[in-house]
């Protein structure tokens, strides 16, 4: 049994069903249900009796220390996060609370579980908690990629909470013993990712021909890192990671934003044979305030220690993800309500 936070938003229920697939244990799923958390991103497992799932924040930790209590989970996977830069950038205090608030209630609350359980329960108790390459900062052009030892320097509202967050969880462990392991993973795409992200957005505004807003000149670089392959890394730091360590996950596919979206471009014409060029419906919008350049991830320290390295291509794995946009409209028109429409509205209108 493992309690997983978060686990209907995008890389959270890719994970729980990933993990009810390949471990066939239990899972706890604890999700507040924001904009961006969805449990039809979990109905393949409706009935799965390996499933539970509770609507509840990770600020509430009566809820939290009642599910440790009832359920004895052997781990908690943290994904639970506030995660849009933009929106952090409209309104930080969110994810302040969820980010750094959240994190400290649920850490104390699983302190306080496993402090009191008996061995060999103890020595196998862990905390993984999920965070992103953004706690780095920006990398210039020719810069090396982040290592799990380059220094913290975030630079949006979003990084700022997810770093906080990272020393909260290094302190328990340094300080109360806590077995915590943390992860910090680059851009994610994929299959349920919410179309507020880049690749979604684009993938669904050219199959309406609506316009594929980019930031600025559309240089800005990102590793770009495969669902299903961050979910594999997951599994494998929770088994065989070092306690107190950290992880760096990346796709080892650096792309330009204007790279990835003329990409799915060129996608979506093959689908679409008799239409006009979809790259004609790029257009190029103010940029993001405090937009950084470049990130990139070095993977050596999870490659040498675990074995593990990204198994999907960037172009492969690009398709897939187009395809299961195109084989779900029913999730998508489910996920874009009127306040998903209001907020691309009101966010993009002000870029023009």
């Known amino acids: 049994m493992i309690l997983v936070t978060g686990g209907a938003g995008f890389i ?6 990933d993990w ?31 499933h539970i799932f509770v609507k509840g924040d990770i ?10 209590e009832h359920h004895q989970p052997e781990a908690i996977v943290h994904f639970a996060a506030e995660s849009h830069v933009d929106r952090s950038i409209h309104g930080p205090a969110e994810f302040v609370q969820t980010n750094v608030v959240g994190t400290f209630s649920l850490l ?31 990398l210039g052009r020719d810069d090396p990629a982040f290592v799990e030892t380059t220094p913290y320097a975030p630079n949006s509202p ?24 943390t992860t910090n993973c680059s851009n994610n795409y994929g299959p349920l990712q919410f179309p507020e992200k880049l690749i979604p957005l684009v993938i669904l505004n050219a199959v309406h021909g609506k316009p594929l807003p980019v930031y600025g000149d559309g240089l800005n670089v990102r590793d770009w890192l495969y669902v299903g392959d961050h979910c594999t890394a997951i599994r494998l730091v929770l088994q065989q990671g070092r306690l107190g360590e950290t992880y760096n996950i990346g796709g080892n596919s650096e792309k330009t934003n204007l790279d990835v979206v003329r990409t799915i471009c060129t996608i979506i014409d093959g689908q679409r044979a008799n239409s006009a060029p979809h790259s004609k419906l790029i257009s190029y919008v103010k940029d993001r305030p405090g937009h950084d350049r470049r990130y990139a991830i070095d993977t050596a320290k999870i490659e040498s220690e675990l074995g593990w390295k990204p198994r999907e291509a960037f172009d492969t794995g690009l398709r897939k993800t187009v395809q299961w946009y195109f084989d779900h409209m029913d999730w998508v028109a489910s996920v874009q309500t009127g306040d998903y429409r209001k907020w691309i509205e009101t966010h993009y209108s002000a870029r023009q």
């Open 108 to 138: 104390e609350e699983a302190r306080a579980y496993w402090s009191q359980l008996a061995e060999p329960a103890k020595s196998r108790f862990r905390f993984l908690h999920v965070s992103t390459d953004e706690v780095y900062g920006s």
């Open 59 to 68: 600020c509430d930790r009566a809820l939290v220390a009642r599910l440790l």
């Open 12 to 17: 959270g229920s890719n994970f729980v069903l």
């Open 158 to 181: 979003y990084a700022a909470s997810k770093a906080g967050s990272d020393h909260l969880v290094r302190a328990y462990h340094h300080t109360y013993g806590l077995p915590t392991i």
């Open 20 to 50: 009810i697939a390949a471990e066939a244990s239990p899972v706890v799923t604890l999700d507040k249900l924001t904009y961006a958390g969805n449990p039809g991103n979990l109905a393949s497992l409706k009935d799965d009796a390996r």
